[in-house]
């Protein structure tokens, strides 16, 4: 399963996870600065990739997140250093993979700190 990660994280996560042999790629990468959450987060969903992003989904993009079965992973805290949410994403790789292949999308879940992954409400 490939994960995209959204502009407002670090592009060096994906780069860094990539080295890790990890299937993964920036939202920049895939389709530019700049483009908004609600025109490439579906285009996410329908090619079956999921999303880790910090960004707080408005209601028009959870609407449009669960009419293409759109996959988002969100980062629990906010304000992160590019080092902190690298920290958080690796400590969570696992659980993150593993909840990726068994839960039927659409969803968002909830990335903590401390604790287990939370489906949040869609």
Not at 32 to 38: N, R, S
Not at 56 to 68: F, G, I, Q, V
Not at 101 to 116: A, C, E, F, L, S
Request: aromatic letters at 10%.
């Amino acid at each position: 399963m490939r994960f995209v990660f959204d502009e407002c994280l670090s592009h060096r996560i994906p780069n860094a996870l990539g080295i890790m042999g990890k299937d993964v790629c920036s939202s920049i990468d895939e389709w530019g600065a700049g483009v908004k959450d609600i025109d490439w987060i579906p285009v996410a969903g329908k090619r079956g990739w999921s999303v880790i992003t910090s960004d707080r989904l408005k209601a028009h993009e959870r609407l449009a997140l669960r009419e293409n079965t759109g996959r988002v992973f969100l980062l629990g805290a906010r304000n992160l250093s590019a080092w902190e949410a690298f920290r958080l994403i690796v400590n969570k790789w696992d659980d993150i993979e593993k909840a990726a292949k068994k839960k039927r999308p659409p969803y968002i879940i909830r990335v903590p700190k401390r604790g287990k992954l939370q489906q949040v409400f869609l």
